[in-house]
Every structure is written in C-alpha cells, then in structure tokens.
C-alpha cells in the first residue's frame, strides 16, 4: 500500500516517456498507454482518498545546513488526496475525450507524451510535502503547459501564445522563489507540517524586537506571503499577469478543459490555501491577506466585463474561468480558504463539461468558434447542447446545482468585507448575463452558417465524458458526493432560504433576463462596448510598453554593440591597427643606403644588449 502514491505519481512520467522514446510512431497505442495510466492514476487515487491515514516512504535528497535538509516526501492528508481524486478524475475524462477529438491529428502521439506529462507535473505539486518540490513540479507544469498550448505550432498564433503563458508565468515564478526562501529565513523550514512551529520560534526568538514595534512581524510574514502569492498571480491568472490564459485557448480544446479550467490554473489557489494551513491564523491577519482578496475580487469583476463582449466561445468561457478564479482567490485572502477550495472543486467538475462541450461543437462545426456564425445547435447537437446548458445551470448558480452552493459559500466568506461582497454580488450577475448570451447565440435561434447548418451530434467516445461531468456538475455539491472535495465549509450543500439565498436568486435574475431579451433572435451583437471588447487595452498596453519597448530596446543595444563595438572597436580597430603599421614601415623602406646601414646597425646593438646585459 505504502508504493501506491509512489506509483500515482511516477506512472504518468514513465506513460510519458514510453511514447516519446517508443511510440512516437504508433499513435494509437500512445494514447492508449496515456489514457491507461490515467485511469490506473484515478483508482489509485480513490484507494488513497478512502484510506483514514494514508502515508507513503520518503528519503532524503540534500542537505542545506547544519540539521536541515531536503526530503522528497508525498503529503497524503485530505487535502491532498480529495485535489488528487478531481485531478485524476477530470485528467481521465479528458483523455478519453481526446480519443476521439484528436483521433485525426498528425502529432497525436506527442500530443497524448504532453498530456502524461502535465499529469505527472501536476501530481507532484498536490502531493508535494515541502516547497521545494512544490517548486520544482510547479515549473515543470508551466513546461507541460508550453508543450501543449504550443501543440499546433505550425500556426503563428499558437506559438506565439505558448511563448506567452510560459514568459508571463516565469514572472510570477520569479517572486514566489523568493517568497519561498523569505518564508525559509522567517520559519527555518522548506517543510509545510513545520512552517506554523518555525513561525511561532521566531516570533519567540525577537519577542523584545516586536514588542517595540509591533507592526514589524505583520509586515515581515506579510511581505513573504506577497511573494509567495506572485506565483498563484501568474499560475491562477490573476491581474495584472492574467493575459496569458484568454491566448492559450489556441491550443486544443481539451487542453483548453485540463490545464485552464479545471488543474494548473486551480494550482494557484491550492498552494495558497496549503500555505494558509500551514501558517495558521497568522495567514488572514496579515496585510497580505487584504491585498490578495483585492487581487482576487477585481479579477473576478474585470474577467467577466470582458466576458459580455467577446464572440470566441472558448474566450468567453476564458474569461469566465479568471473570474471564477478570482471568487477562489478573494475567499483564500478573507481566510475563506474552505470556501475558496470547495469553489475550485465543484468549478472544476462544470468547467471542464463547458469546455468539453464547446470543443465538441467546434469539432462538429469544423473547427468554427465564433458562436455568430452558430445558431440553432441544440437540436443539430442534442445531447453537446444539454450538457452545455447543465454546465452553464452550475457556473451561473441555478438553485440547487453545485455551483449554487459553493457560490453561496464564497458569498458567505465576504459578508464580513461589505465592498467586497457586493463586488461579488456583483459579478452573480454579470456571469448569467454572459453565459445566457452564449447559450441564445449558439444554441437556440436559425443556424447563421453551412457549418451549424449541418453539425451533428459527436461520437459516443466525446459525449460519455460530457454526460458524467454533466452529472458532476449537478450533484457534486450535495452531501455524501461532495466528501471526496478537497476541502469543504461548514454546512457545504445545504439550503437555507436566508437573506442571502435571495440576493442571489436576485442576482441570477438581473442576468438572466437581460441576456434572453438582448439576444433573443439576433444575427450580430446589439451591445457594442470597445472598452470591454478589447479587454480594458490591457493587452495593447503591455504591448507597446513592455513587449516593443524590450523589443526596441535589445534592437538599440545589439546595434551599438555591432556597429561601435564589434565593428568599430574590434573589426575596424584591428585594420585601423593593421593600417598603421603598414605605413609606419614603408617609411623605412624609402631607398636610402644610409638609412638601412643605420637600421641594420641599431638592430646589432639591440641584439647585443638584450643577449649581454638583459637578465
């Protein structure tokens, strides 16, 4: 039993290296060796999460210092294992949908080696014990994540977003390597289980120091976190690092499921509610916790304004995954870290359905998102589009479906923070708008194009999936199903027809009916908003400040380098020299008799001194 979190988390990496070092050249049975181990993963994984104390071997990789070292350990507590069990679950679902939406793919063979290895990736970061494998599998899902964004990188634009995400992601890195080592300075320790110990001896060890200033500790511990929450801000796509997750739609669409709805984005707010246990009540007491809530609220609003305006089926689900990250995110800084993870767990099961079923129909529609070139998909794709309705019931909290509840939840950890909490309120509404518009584009109305004209429903390989999920994203929330949630809140899947019950049934309303009597049998947009079209020309901005002002910038710097240094210094400076010399010597050659025999004369006393009197 102790080998099966070893075998949970290697299996992906040696299904990965099989295909790439063996069946690049047999795809089918590459993909049947990464669905294999997935499904292998998620049963050892349910084993796992049934178990009371689950505990795997661990062994010492390095020592730092003097008594402390570096273990490569596998934490099994309930977090860890119930972030297992969706991980694997929506990997498993994936995989098997991919089965039949890349079966006619040239590189489905590195495709199925990229999805291996972004599951190995991702296992490691929930099952690590210290941050410094937290590190290490977090980089290497931003690899992962490259690979598979990158995947048809024949187009210019796949590329260039798998630069993107992987660029925009090391910036975020950047500051969470140093919140890790300011968090080792402050608690002694890289291990979780050790931080709230290590904390407690430092605040000890400079007791006279913060008694006089008694701000100190709260700003020290504070800063860290900041740092360390650098990381979930480009991971989990939080402004102002969120621009790389709305480009990585250009990848497949079940990468689209796997990495941005439902497991890497969610990795963000998984470290942040692993380290908030691990600190303790210290976590939300900090100035940081404020700022993160902010972060996290002002992303949930600004992501989904920019929802109402865009036209890609896979954008607007995009931006509706930043905003729903941005609730997770807001819940972790008020110490709503329960209510933050019960969110991530029940979006995970209804937003991979959405993007699943969005790729279905653009697998139906030849590959066409625009959704205004759509129309009437609901009976061409009947089951694709009920489940797309369930996933959409969920995201816009529909009473009684699982997103209501962890809605509710959220909700419930701002009531504390009224600015926030109405913030929030807010975006309840602003979600139903969006997302009722999809659904009145796309699936109700006359097909607008030949290829919604003749879609049909997909194979059963691509609508099994959707239908499981489609099950999920009603009953995941309910008591009993919800116990395999990494973690859950206190009266979890409960309804109580408070006042809060109906400023969110209010909420759903405001979003709702608007959307149906806008959209309702239109062939183009009737609200045309610039601002939120173009994403707040966020984008644009970081464009032409920070991209062609780097761009500029190395192009001045590799041209004064060639032209004054290489050139003028070292090219032309030797010739220069060369040249010098030249004439220097030719004017000793000039003809005159006495001029050599006084040469030939001053060489003979040189020769003579350096070989007598030099020593």
């Not at 809140?489 to 049934?505: D, K, Y």
């Given at each position: 039993?102790?080998?099966?979190?070893?075998?949970?988390?290697?299996?992906?990496?040696?299904?990965?290296?099989?295909?790439?070092?063996?069946?690049?050249?047999?795809?089918?049975?590459?993909?049947?060796?990464?669905?294999?181990?997935?499904?292998?993963?998620?049963?050892?994984?349910?084993?796992?999460?049934?178990?009371?104390?689950?505990?795997?071997?661990?062994?010492?990789?390095?020592?730092?210092?003097?008594?402390?070292?570096?273990?490569?350990?596998?934490?099994?507590?309930?977090?860890?294992?119930?972030?297992?069990?969706?991980?694997?679950?929506?990997?498993?679902?994936?995989?098997?949908?991919?089965?039949?939406?890349?079966?006619?793919?040239?590189?489905?063979?590195?495709?199925?080696?990229g999805l291996s290895l972004f599951m190995?990736?991702?296992?490691?970061?929930?099952?690590?014990?210290?941050?410094?494998?937290?590190?290490?599998?977090?980089?290497?899902?931003?690899?992962?994540?490259?690979?598979?964004?990158?995947?048809?990188?024949?187009?210019?634009?796949?590329?260039?977003?798998?630069?993107k995400a992987f660029i925009v992601n090391r910036i975020g890195d950047f500051g969470f390597l140093i919140g890790i080592l300011l968090l080792f300075g402050i608690t002694g320790t890289f291990v979780f289980d050790g931080m709230r110990e290590g904390l407690a001896s430092f605040e000890a060890d400079h007791a006279a120091f913060f008694t006089e200033n008694s701000a100190a500790f709260s700003i020290i511990l504070g800063t860290a976190l900041l740092c360390v929450f650098c990381g979930a801000i480009g991971k989990s796509a939080q402004m102002p690092l969120h621009v790389w997750l709305p480009d990585a739609m250009e990848g497949p669409t079940p990468v689209s499921a796997l990495i941005h709805a439902a497991t890497m984005v969610a990795a963000g707010v998984y470290m942040l509610f692993r380290v908030q246990l691990s600190i303790g009540e210290d976590f939300a007491f900090t100035f940081a916790g404020d700022v993160i809530a902010w972060v996290g609220g002002l992303t949930a609003l600004f992501a989904a304004l920019m929802?109402?305006?865009?036209?890609?089926?896979?954008?607007?689900?995009?931006?509706?995954?930043?905003?729903?990250?941005?609730?997770?995110?807001?819940?972790t800084g008020l110490g709503g870290g329960e209510a933050g993870m019960f969110h991530l767990y029940t979006h995970a099961w209804f937003k991979g359905l959405l993007f699943l079923a969005a790729g279905a129909v653009i697998y139906a529609c030849h590959h066409e998102q625009d959704i205004w070139k759509m129309g009437g998909l609901l009976k061409k794709m009947p089951i694709t589009g009920a489940t797309f309705v369930t996933g959409t019931a969920a995201l816009i909290a529909v009473p009684f479906t699982s997103g209501f509840f962890s809605k509710e939840a959220i909700l419930h950890a701002a009531e504390h923070n009224q600015a926030l909490f109405w913030l929030a309120v807010v975006v309840a509404v602003l979600t139903p708008f969006y997302m009722t518009r999809v659904i009145m584009v796309a699936f109700l109305g006359k097909p607008r194009g030949d290829d919604s004209d003749h879609a049909k429903e997909v194979r059963p390989v691509m609508w099994v999936p959707l239908a499981v999920l489609g099950v999920l994203a009603i009953l995941s929330a309910y008591p009993g199903i919800h116990s395999i949630a990494p973690a859950?809140?206190?009266?979890?899947?409960?309804?109580?027809?408070?006042?809060?019950?109906?400023?969110?049934?209010?909420?759903?309303?405001?979003?709702?009916v608007p959307a149906v009597l806008l959209y309702r049998n239109r062939d183009k947009d009737p609200v045309s908003i610039p601002l939120f079209r173009e994403r707040f020309y966020i984008d644009a901005i970081y464009d032409r400040v920070i991209v062609r002002g780097v761009q500029n910038g190395a192009a001045a710097l590799v041209h004064f380098f060639d032209e004054f240094i290489i050139n003028?210094?070292?090219?032309?400076?030797?010739?220069?020299?060369?040249?010098?010399?030249?004439?220097?010597?030719?004017?000793?050659?000039?003809?005159?008799?006495?001029?050599?025999?006084?040469?030939?004369?001053?060489?003979?006393?040189?020769?003579?001194?350096?070989t007598t009197f030099w020593k």
């Open positions: 039993m102790s080998l099966f979190p070893w075998i949970l988390l290697l299996l992906p990496l040696l299904a990965a290296a099989a295909n790439q070092l063996y069946l690049k050249r047999n795809a089918f049975i590459a993909s049947m060796v990464s669905t294999g181990s997935v499904v292998v993963t998620f049963v050892i994984a349910l084993v796992l999460w049934g178990l009371d104390e689950p505990s795997a071997a661990s062994f010492s990789w390095m020592a730092v210092g003097d008594g402390v070292g570096i273990d490569l350990t596998l934490k099994l507590d309930p977090l860890a294992t119930g972030m297992m069990a969706l991980v694997t679950g929506i990997g498993m679902l994936v995989h098997i949908f991919s089965l039949g939406y890349m079966a006619g793919d040239s590189a489905k063979a590195r495709y199925f080696t190995f990736s991702m296992t490691g970061i929930v099952l690590a014990g210290n941050f410094i494998m937290t590190f290490i599998f977090w980089e290497l899902v931003g690899l992962s994540s490259y690979l598979l964004i990158g995947h048809w990188y024949q187009k210019d634009s796949a590329a260039d977003a798998a630069k929802a109402t305006q865009q036209n890609d089926i896979k954008r607007v689900l995009a931006y509706s995954t930043l905003s729903q990250l941005g609730y997770m995110v807001m819940a859950t809140p206190e009266h979890a899947g409960e309804f109580h027809p408070n006042a809060l019950f109906w400023i969110s049934l209010g909420a759903l309303i405001a979003g709702v003028g210094l070292i090219v032309g400076g030797a010739s220069r020299l060369a040249v010098s010399f030249g004439l220097l010597f030719r004017r000793v050659q000039n003809g005159n008799l006495q001029g050599y025999a006084f040469t030939f004369g001053l060489g003979v006393i040189l020769v003579v001194y350096f």
